[in-house]
């Protein structure tokens, strides 16, 4: 259901975005920095060989600073595409791949919602988000989403208000996460490939360790059984005031507080996934 004026997320900008940009500096217009085909960098429940067909969405509802993708969430980089063209491309693609992967949607769930309520998918959608979503659109997208892989950045909205312009990161992360374990239960086909469920995503950043222990212990009283994914992959952009790689003992702080826990069930980064191979090329 599309309203003139943007709710779609927590900023609730309330701006007409068919005829200027929200806060995530996007119209209601579909715009895709990236496609890339069989790609195998998303956890490997999730990829496996075949890859997932992973759709770079342009803008983002957060602006932070260190962003690794910085060159699409602000930067201006993408090309316009209407419903109809980005459903006949997922459809052409879709038996090639293990799943579509949808990587920060939330700005476009009135868009998808529309391809995906008249588009036969056939394998499972990921809605990648970084939880900064509200409780009703989680709802929304749930009738077509099957996987959340969902961050969770931050342990209080301090940290957000500092790198995020954000001034309630987890007040509504939170909120948002428990939504999505409400609608959708883990399941695994025959070959240990996700087909439902959730994901929770934590990156380390370095002199922030605190923030993740935080954050794994929110993980243990929230979320105890569900899978979690560690990333270690920082870079630094050269716009933020993060501009360090962590540190091996910072890493093994985190990964020791997680086993001390009891949170084996999930992924793990090795340390050099910090590395700038790992980030797209968005030119």
């Not at 980005?86 to 476009?108: N, S, V």
């Not at 087909?195 to 929230?222: A, E, M, W, Y």
């Not at 990333?231 to 360090?244: A, D, E, I, V, Y």
């Amino acid at each position: 259901m599309e309203t003139a004026k943007c709710k779609i997320c927590p900023r609730q900008c309330l701006v007409d975005r068919r005829f200027q940009k929200g806060f995530c500096q996007e119209r209601k217009t579909l715009r895709i920095a990236k496609i890339i085909e069989h790609f195998t960098w998303e956890e490997p429940c999730l990829s496996d060989e075949k890859g997932v067909l992973a759709v770079f969405f342009s803008g983002c509802n957060l602006k932070c600073d260190y962003c690794q993708n910085h060159e699409i969430s602000r930067g201006g980089v993408g090309e316009v595409y209407s419903a109809l063209e980005l459903a006949k491309l997922l459809d052409e693609k879709q038996t090639d791949h293990c799943a579509i992967d949808l990587i920060t949607p939330t700005h476009f769930a009135d868009e998808l919602e529309s391809i995906f309520e008249n588009f036969n998918c056939k394998i499972p959608v990921i809605w990648n988000t970084n939880s900064y979503e509200s409780v009703e659109t989680i709802r929304r997208v749930s009738k077509f989403v099957d996987i959340f892989l969902a961050d969770l950045k931050y342990a209080n909205n301090t940290l957000g208000q500092k790198f995020s312009a954000c001034t309630d990161y987890f007040s509504y992360a939170l909120p948002a996460l428990k939504t999505m374990c409400q609608e959708k239960p883990d399941k695994f086909n025959e070959n240990n490939l996700m087909t439902s469920g959730v994901i929770i995503r934590h990156l380390v950043l370095p002199g922030f360790t605190k923030n993740s222990l935080d954050v794994l212990d929110i993980i243990k009283q929230h979320f105890p059984k569900r899978i979690i994914s560690i990333m270690s992959q920082f870079t630094p952009n050269g716009k933020s005031t993060l501009n360090r790689k962590i540190t091996p003992i910072e890493y093994k702080l985190v990964i020791s507080h997680m086993q001390k826990l009891g949170l084996n069930n999930g992924f793990v980064q090795s340390l050099d996934s910090a590395n700038g191979t790992f980030v797209p090329d968005f030119k």
